[in-house]
């Protein structure tokens, strides 16, 4: 399916790119035309949002993040509203949804996307304004449609959310996927997730924190079944495991409040890729970041990250 759209004004001697080079997957020779840009807003139980974009526009996913911060932020980096064409669900917690109607109803153009079946639960299981349907596109899980020259796949994670995915989004030859609210890594999410250059994923908790903290039982079972959360050892091994040259950046997000640190997160996934001589940078584009293998960050909770520039 094809969103219409326009395009961002014209930059200063930057050639316009046709539609026909972006859709074969070479917007053009000129760098500056084929960035991807990435900001987290926010990452964890209190609130989840980003924004992926080109300069056709973007997409947020998800939208657990107060409005007036996202369109804050999004206009100190120089997105316009206009140029947002709408909201990526990955599944119906409040976290993820609470303010997707706020979004979409001071911004009239944007556009809700995600399967019926997300879309029923999130009427059925939060006090959210039935008016949400009137913008609401379906999407089908592995069934790629087209947004701002983006090709965006869903495909299907194991949570115990209604009917949740993560999204792998293609520019350029590129794949920005995120994979965030999983309890384990299925086949065809280990699909896509390979394939990535910019990588979202889950490091949601410390094992031991988790076991010896303040949680009831039945909770801590929760969040260790294959319907639950990630913990950072199992992020850790599985980016191990299918760690190439071709990724560049991992994010971890959905880091628990309770049951995990950056500290703990970072160390963990950081050791099992020097295991395999990864060199790991940080991801703030300093001397020694430009010589290492791939930029490693965790997601801050509350915060917005710093504008993330991928470029060729």
Avoid at 63 to 68: E, F
Avoid at 174 to 180: D, G, L, P, S
Avoid at 262 to 279: I, S, Y
Wanted: net charge neutral; charged share 25%; glycine share 6%.
């Amino acid at each position: 399916m094809e969103i219409p759209f326009e395009e961002f004004a014209a930059e200063a001697n930057v050639a316009p790119i046709t539609k026909l080079a972006a859709r074969r997957g070479a917007p053009a020779d000129n760098p500056a035309t084929r960035v991807i840009n990435y900001i987290s807003f926010g990452s964890g139980s209190s609130g989840n949002c980003s924004y992926v974009g080109t300069r056709y526009g973007g997409i947020l996913i998800d939208a657990g993040v107060k409005a007036d911060d996202v369109m804050l932020q999004l206009k100190a980096n120089g997105v316009r509203m206009e140029n947002v064409k709408g909201i990526l669900l990955t599944h119906d917690h409040g976290d993820h949804i609470k303010y997707a109607y706020t979004l979409l109803r001071a911004n009239k153009h944007m556009r809700l996307f995600c399967t019926l079946r997300v879309l029923n639960g999130l009427l059925r299981r939060h006090g959210v304004s039935k008016r949400i349907k009137d913008y609401h596109v379906p999407i089908f899980k592995e069934t790629p449609f087209r947004i701002a020259e983006m090709e965006i796949t869903a495909f299907d994670v194991p949570h115990d959310g209604t009917d949740n995915m993560g999204f792998s989004i293609s520019y350029d030859n590129r794949n920005f996927v995120i994979a965030t609210d999983l309890g384990a890594v299925t086949e065809r999410a280990r699909y896509y997730m390979s394939r990535a250059n910019y990588l979202v994923i889950e490091a949601n908790y410390d094992l031991q924190m988790l076991l010896f903290g303040p949680y009831p039982e039945y909770l801590k079972s929760r969040i260790r079944t294959d319907h639950g959360h990630l913990d950072n050892t199992d992020t850790a091994a599985f980016l191990k495991e299918i760690y190439t040259e071709n990724l560049k950046y991992v994010f971890l997000c959905h880091l628990s409040k309770d049951n995990n640190t950056p500290a703990k997160a970072l160390k963990a996934v950081r050791t099992a890729l020097e295991e395999r001589g990864v060199r790991i940078g940080d991801g703030e584009e300093t001397i020694l970041d430009r010589e290492s293998d791939l930029q490693l960050v965790a997601l801050p909770r509350f915060e917005p990250t710093r504008w993330y520039v991928f470029r060729p």
